[in-house]
């Protein structure tokens, strides 16, 4: 498979180009974003684009891919609608559409979150605008295309999340891992197990469109 990353420097994103670029099946890795991974490999290459919702310079280069593997996202905190929804639904959309000319043959894999409203009618900003962004990838022409909403995520192999606020919270919860997993295990995930189970959706597809955590886990769990 030929994999396109959105995101590659935040902490999904990460645990995501690390399976990636470990998984034998995969022979190319393409990550977009504002800044590059640093990373070098074989099967990596990396385009840094200024403008996310722009890609008419680079559009002639998105052909070809089997999978993107959307894990671009940041947190509501301090961000009023109009500006969470420039990132969350803008960058989506426009991400979308270029891919859906070149690669619609693809299967489109968007990380929202637990919790996300799809109806619009949630009365939580971050909820109903992560559901926007869900409902304009589902309706999109790829051969596949799935919305993953992950719960609680734990980080593998010292992954770190460029948020400062997700970092003092992962500093406070992480400790408490095997608790909360006892008490919710319906409800927590690892970075490692959601890029597994992106792979698998990549390969065998998913029994519905919208995969909350404990379907993630056992998506993961069928290509072990």
Same mark, same amino acid.
């Given at each position: 498979?030929?994999?396109?990353?959105?995101?590659?420097?935040?902490?999904?994103?990460?645990?995501?180009?690390?399976?990636?670029?470990?998984? /034998?099946?995969?022979?190319?890795?393409?990550?977009?974003?504002?800044?590059?991974?640093?990373?070098?490999? /074989?099967?990596?290459?990396?385009?840094?684009?200024?403008?996310?919702?722009?890609?008419?310079?680079?559009?002639?280069?998105?052909?070809?891919?089997?999978?993107?593997?959307?894990?671009?996202?940041?947190?509501?905190?301090?961000?009023?609608?109009?500006?969470?929804?420039?990132?969350?639904?803008?960058?989506?959309?426009?991400?979308?559409?270029?891919?859906?000319?070149?690669?619609?043959?693809?299967?489109?894999?968007?990380?929202?979150?637990?919790?996300?409203?799809?109806?619009?009618?949630?009365?939580?900003?971050?909820?109903?605008? !992560?559901?926007?962004?869900?409902?304009?990838?589902?309706?999109?022409?790829?051969?596949?295309?799935?919305?993953?909403?992950?719960?609680? &995520?734990? /980080?593998?192999?010292?992954?770190?999340?460029?948020? /400062?606020?997700?970092?003092?919270?992962?500093? &406070?919860?992480?400790?408490?891992?095997?608790?909360?997993?006892?008490?919710?295990?319906?409800?927590?995930?690892?970075?490692?197990?959601?890029?597994?189970?992106?792979?698998?959706?990549?390969?065998?597809?998913?029994? !519905?469109?919208?995969?909350?955590?404990?379907?993630?886990?056992?998506?993961?769990?069928?290509?072990?």
């Amino acid at each position: 498979m030929k994999i396109i990353i959105f995101g590659a420097t935040g902490m999904v994103g990460q645990g995501v180009l690390r399976e990636c670029l470990a998984d /034998p099946g995969v022979e190319g890795v393409l990550t977009l974003g504002r800044r590059a991974t640093g990373q070098r490999h /074989p099967k990596l290459r990396e385009i840094v684009v200024p403008d996310l919702t722009d890609y008419g310079a680079i559009a002639a280069e998105l052909s070809g891919y089997d999978a993107c593997f959307f894990c671009l996202g940041v947190t509501s905190a301090g961000m009023t609608e109009a500006e969470y929804r420039k990132v969350t639904v803008d960058i989506a959309v426009a991400a979308g559409r270029v891919l859906a000319e070149r690669s619609p043959q693809m299967t489109f894999v968007f990380v929202s979150g637990q919790g996300s409203d799809g109806t619009g009618k949630s009365r939580v900003m971050w909820s109903r605008v !992560k559901g926007e962004a869900e409902n304009a990838i589902l309706a999109m022409p790829f051969k596949g295309k799935f919305a993953f909403r992950p719960g609680f &995520i734990q /980080p593998a192999r010292g992954i770190v999340s460029r948020t /400062p606020l997700y970092r003092i919270l992962y500093a &406070i919860l992480v400790p408490l891992f095997p608790l909360i997993k006892a008490l919710f295990p319906r409800n927590v995930t690892t970075s490692e197990v959601i890029a597994r189970a992106m792979l698998q959706v990549a390969r065998h597809g998913a029994p !519905k469109a919208v995969l909350e955590t404990a379907d993630i886990n056992a998506v993961a769990a069928t290509g072990s």
